[in-house]
């Protein structure tokens, strides 16, 4: 098995920053991309970042200037360092990863649980 565990959501105020981190564990042979994905309330999931395995990046125009993902091959872990924060950016935001697993002909996309990010005006 494979999970996506997220961590650093949290209450901050508007201007402030917050750093998310999502570690992938389990039998996990290669990690492709992995990205965040946001999600608030009646509202589709978009995307917010993407990374790929050799650190190429993609970003919403909603955040670019304000976040930066980067990435830990060695350690199967994403990083989302977000500045600025505007109250609009209060959502659950998701891990989402690309993962070969030990033995498997083709990868899977894992998704973690999600992680609160509520910004105050």
């Known amino acids: 098995q494979v999970q996506l565990v997220e961590s650093g959501g949290g209450l901050v105020q508007a201007g402030g920053s917050l750093t998310l981190a999502c570690v992938a564990s389990?039998?996990?042979?290669?990690?492709?991309?992995m990205g965040w994905y946001r999600q608030a309330p009646g509202k589709q999931r978009e995307l917010v970042a993407i990374?790929?395995?050799?650190?190429?990046?993609n970003y919403a125009d909603s955040v670019k200037g304000r976040c930066t993902i980067s990435r830990d091959n060695a350690k199967n872990t994403v990083y989302l360092q977000m500045n600025s924060l505007k109250p609009e950016d209060t959502s659950v935001y998701y891990c989402?990863?690309?993962?070969?697993?030990?033995?498997?002909?083709?990868?899977?996309?894992?998704w973690g649980q999600g992680t609160q990010v509520t910004v105050s005006s």
């Open positions: 989402n990863a690309v993962v070969w697993r030990l033995g498997s002909s083709r990868s899977r996309d894992y």
């Open positions: 990374i790929a395995r050799d650190s190429s990046t």
């Open positions: 389990g039998t996990i042979f290669r990690v492709d991309a």
